[in-house]
């Protein structure tokens, strides 16, 4: 076989093979007894007719047809990886020779990944969250720490907003009592939840006591304005205050710090805290370089990516979707119904993102070029161990696996376009949003984790003060990537 491959214009490329008349006699071969197999002959099991019979039995252009149809695929593809050719879609063939008899010779147009040039990558800036707690921050966690050990005390004067009233309620309507309402010794917060309004309107400025008479709608009612019959359903009530009490906070000193954390003094809380919330942000910050490293090289890419390309990875994005799905016992037509959302708003967001994704692809691998990055033996063979790890196979099996199928060069592609990635994440300009400079080292966790126990501070003191910026469910940083898995 003999084959070249000619560029043409709109990213494709033009194969031609060439097959001598004897190699192609195998293919001929092996298509006669293909076609034995599925033939009935009399004096013959199935599959044992030899080809001189099956001639005489279908004609000798029927076996070349089958041999043009099954071998012409295989010829291409041997070229194809002759070439080393990186096609993104199916070939159009045309036989240019060889129907009837012959040689055997034909084209295969094909769709191939383009090679950009991506421009400014070297000076690739983002910006990020800073992954120093502020003030403010500290400030609302020991708030909300000492909200947590706030106590209740009785309080001789009128109930104010956040103040707990001991009640006894009574609500009546058409002359009877109505048993959702009507309660002793009832625990009410003013301001809280509770379903008539009204109510926290009147007992703001009540004081112990005092027992207050008035009426109210029933909740959740509407009204048509244009019958004028239809009024409102009322509810009589009458509300006895017996107790008000109002949350007290504790004092911020050396005692409470002793009394609500591991801490023995209030400095030392408030350091617990800063390094707490410090090791939390950096970890987001420095996931959110990945993701603004992604978005800013994809921004870089002018160039429209390939049509295919954005079709595959669409698909790649909804399958995983799905999948997430379907691991969360989530049937995806009952997740459109409650998210309001319809097929078509999920192929064109998982689109967007797809897009996003294939020009990365192509922009790394601009860089893996530029940049001359390449990959070892040491580095296949720790990817391959990962894999076993994550699948239960053998290494060596999933070797052997890739060996035979050919993939072990798209293995190595995969890893060179992760090494361009971590490259970028390590070389891009990074600041906050007031403009100063963070060096990635700094993103780095701390030398020692244990500094400052995770448990000497209650999580939520520290992670709700956190960027939310930084969804580490996001596939959205992960470029593109071969079919090495």
């Known amino acids: 076989m003999k084959s070249t491959v000619e560029p043409l214009e709109g990213n494709k490329v033009k194969v031609s093979v060439e097959v001598d008349e004897a190699e192609f006699e195998k293919d001929i071969d092996a298509a006669f007894r293909k076609l034995a197999r599925e033939a009935r002959i009399p004096g013959f099991r199935p599959g044992k007719a030899p ?32 070439h080393a050719v990186d096609v993104i879609a199916p070939p159009d063939f045309e036989l240019t020779g060889g129907e009837a008899d012959g040689p055997v010779s034909f084209d295969a147009v094909v769709e191939v990944r383009p090679v950009i040039i991506v421009p400014g990558y070297k000076s690739l800036e983002i910006t990020i969250d800073s992954y120093l707690p502020t003030d403010e921050e500290i400030h609302q966690q020991i708030d909300r720490l000492r909200e947590r050990f706030a106590t209740n005390e009785v309080v001789e004067r009128p109930a104010a907003d956040g103040d707990t009233v001991l009640i006894d309620i009574v609500g009546i309507h058409e002359d009877e009592e109505i048993p959702g309402i009507t309660t002793d010794d009832y625990s009410f917060t003013i301001g809280g939840t509770f379903p008539v309004p009204e109510v926290h309107e009147h007992l703001t400025g009540a004081s112990a006591g005092d027992t207050l008479e008035f009426e109210a709608p029933f909740p959740n ?39 609500a954390s591991e801490f023995p003094t209030l400095v030392e809380l408030r350091e617990g805290l800063v390094a707490s919330a410090t090791r939390v942000k950096k970890a987001r910050a420095a996931n959110s370089v990945e993701e603004r490293t992604f978005e800013a090289l994809a921004n870089l890419v002018e160039e429209e990516p390939p049509e295919p390309m954005v079709a595959q990875e669409t698909q790649n994005h909804i399958q995983q979707w799905l999948m997430q799905l379907q691991a969360q016992g989530i049937d995806p037509g009952m997740f459109l ?3 309001g959302q319809s097929e078509a708003d999920i192929v064109a967001e998982n689109t967007e993102k797809a897009i996003r994704s294939v020009k990365c692809d192509l922009a790394l691998r601009a860089i893996v070029d530029a940049e001359e990055i390449e990959v070892d033996d040491d580095d296949v063979a720790e990817e391959i161990d990962a894999l076993a790890l994550r699948t239960g196979e053998k290494a060596s099996k999933i070797r052997k696996q890739f060996e035979r199928d050919g993939r072990m060069e798209a293995v190595r592609s995969d890893l060179r376009i992760r090494k361009a990635f971590d490259w970028l994440c390590d070389n891009v300009l990074i600041f906050d949003a007031d403009g100063n400079r963070i060096e990635r080292a700094s993103l780095e966790p701390d030398e020692d984790p244990d500094e400052v126990a995770e448990d ?29 898995e």
């Open 51 to 82: 080809r001189r019979v099956m001639e005489a039995r279908v004609g000798k252009e029927v076996g070349r047809q089958q041999a043009l149809q099954d071998g012409l695929p295989d010829y291409y593809v041997q070229a194809v990886k002759e």
């Open 221 to 259: 009612q509407t009204i048509d304005d244009d019958d004028p019959d239809n009024e409102l359903k009322m509810i009589s009530f009458s509300v006895t205050i017996k107790e008000v009490t109002a949350k007290v906070l504790p004092e911020l000193d050396d005692s409470f710090a002793d009394e």
């Open 456 to 484: 000497e501070v209650n999580d939520d003191t520290v992670t709700d003060s956190a960027s939310d910026d930084a969804d580490a469910g996001t596939t959205d940083h992960i470029p593109a990537r071969s079919d090495s």
């Open 337 to 339: 119904q409650i998210t």
